[in-house]
Structures are given as structure tokens and as C-alpha cells.
């Protein structure tokens, strides 16, 4: 009997150091990210260091910027959707490509996003010209569908 009680306390008290390394890291991870949050969902800390989920928009930017009817460009997508993981690599060179300043929000972190600009899925592109929605493109596409997109609506 006395066994089994160390043997819980042992595992009791392995957990509880587990859980303050993984909160210290998560915080450690957190400080100082672009998202303006203390916490963040582990997927996006995956993301913050990697170059093709930088340039992000806080949805009280977005929203200043479409009031002043500023023309913005703005990626809504997800780092838990499997369809931006293979989008996401062939829109932010494209974008790049043709000097455009793609703008993008996490929804994961900012779940207002979804109503507040009628996101259906992730991920969707929206290009807001004179403050207002002027084109949008939802879903998975081709690298030839992206860019035809970008010239013609975003470039026009």
C-alpha cells in the first residue's frame, strides 16, 4: 500500500512539473509575438518564426485601415487548416512576387474574424479597396487561379 502511494505521488508530481514547463514555455513563446496576446494556441507559436506567416494584421488594424478607406489585402486562414498549410506557400511568394502587401489574420487567434467579414472557410483572400470589400476568393486553388486572382482583382 505504501508503495502505491509514493508511486501516485510520483506521477502526481510529474505531471504538475510537465504542466509548469509547458506553461513557462507557451508564455516564454507568447511574449513579445505580433498577435498583441499573452496566450496562443500551440499551432500558431509553430508559426512565428517561419517567414510565410509574417506581415500579420490585428483585426483593430483592419479595421482602422478600412475605415480610413485605405485599399488592403488581407489573408484570413487558420494554422489547424490543412488546406492554408498548402495554400499558404504558393499565395505569399505570388504576393511577393507582384509586390503586394499581403496582409494576414489569423483566425485561430482572432475568431471575431469570422463574422465580422463573413468568413465561410479558411482560407479566403479578400482584396478591400476605398475601405470596402472589393473581391474575395475562397477555398483551395491552383497556383494559376491565385494568380490570376492577383493581377486582375488585387492588381487590376
Not at 479578400?126 to 474575395?136: K, L, P, S, V, Y
Request: include cysteine; charged fraction near 25%; glycine fraction near 6%.
Amino acid at each position: 500500500m505504501k508503495k502505491i502511494l509514493i508511486f501516485g505521488a510520483v506521477i502526481v508530481a510529474l505531471f504538475a512539473i510537465l504542466i509548469v514547463v509547458v506553461q513557462m514555455q507557451n508564455k516564454e513563446a507568447s511574449e513579445g509575438n505580433p498577435y498583441g496576446k499573452e496566450t496562443l494556441h500551440p499551432k500558431t507559436i509553430e508559426q512565428l518564426d517561419d517567414p510565410l506567416y509574417q506581415n500579420q494584421i490585428l483585426p483593430d488594424e483592419l479595421e482602422a485601415k478600412l475605415s480610413n478607406g485605405e485599399d488592403v489585402t488581407v489573408y484570413f486562414y487558420s494554422p489547424t487548416c490543412p488546406h492554408c498549410q498548402r495554400v499558404t506557400p504558393i499565395l505569399v511568394p505570388l504576393a511577393e512576387e507582384y509586390d503586394i502587401d499581403l496582409k494576414k489574420l489569423n483566425v485561430l487567434e482572432f475568431e471575431e474574424a469570422w463574422d465580422e467579414y463573413g468568413i465561410n472557410g479558411t482560407p479566403t483572400l479578400i482584396h478591400f479597396e476605398n475601405g470596402e470589400e472589393a473581391a474575395r476568393m475562397e477555398g483551395e486553388n491552383e497556383e494559376d487561379v491565385f494568380r490570376l486572382f492577383l493581377e486582375t482583382e488585387v492588381l487590376g
